[in-house]
């Protein structure tokens, strides 16, 4: 697949089929993340795949953002509601979960770069996703306070994200983008 096909197609999907993914897919989209970039090579990001039990665990934390965050907002459509309390159920059913940890720094620069370091690992992993077939979602719900627990991620660590990944149940179109001009500047 050519890398602005990738681009232009991996979609966030919500909803799953309950297909397993392959492991020989899963170790492939793992590989993929460790060829992000990062800061002197230093490779800062650990993967953790969250087993049914962990998931059963994180379930109601998500419900509970949903719930405090986009369910409360009145301007948002009914059917949108329905589709993302849906999600909330068993996390749209999505077979493998995956939080991306990292490590802290040595110094400033590197408390600043290894999370993103690990955010690359991420797009690497979800580009690898959609080139192998399957679909992906990036969750941020790492960032709930009992997540770390749940996750046994040391306090000194940041969970950069949870991605989901399996076959998707549908697929959405492409949401619409800001002209380039209007997210570019030059200076002289």
């Known amino acids: 697949m050519e890398t602005w096909a990738a681009i232009k197609g991996r979609r966030t999907v919500h909803m799953y ?22 800061h002197a090579n230093k490779q800062p990001w650990e993967f953790i795949r969250i087993g049914p039990r962990t998931r059963e665990k994180l379930i109601p934390l998500l419900q509970e953002r ?11 459509p009914a059917d949108r509601k329905n589709m993302l309390r849906r999600f909330g159920e068993n996390i749209g059913n999505v077979p493998e979960l995956i939080a991306v940890v990292t490590c802290p720094g040595s110094n400033p620069m590197e408390d600043f770069e290894f999370p993103l370091a690990a955010a ?31 996750l046994g991620v040391p306090e000194d660590y940041k969970i950069v994200g949870i991605l989901g990944l399996g076959y ?11 002209a380039l001009q209007a997210k570019l500047r030059q200076l002289p």
Do not use: C
């Open 17 to 38: 089929r309950p297909d397993p993914v392959e492991e020989e897919i899963l170790q492939k989209i793992f590989a993929a993340g460790t060829w992000a970039p990062s």
């Open 66 to 76: 949903l719930e405090n965050g986009p369910l409360k907002r009145p301007d948002l």
């Open 120 to 150: 690359a690992a991420i797009q690497n992993m979800a580009l690898m996703a959609y080139d192998l077939g399957l679909a992906s979602i990036w969750l941020s719900l790492g960032l709930h306070p009992r997540a770390r627990g749940i």
């Open 168 to 178: 998707p149940e549908y697929t959405p179109e492409a949401p619409p983008r800001l």
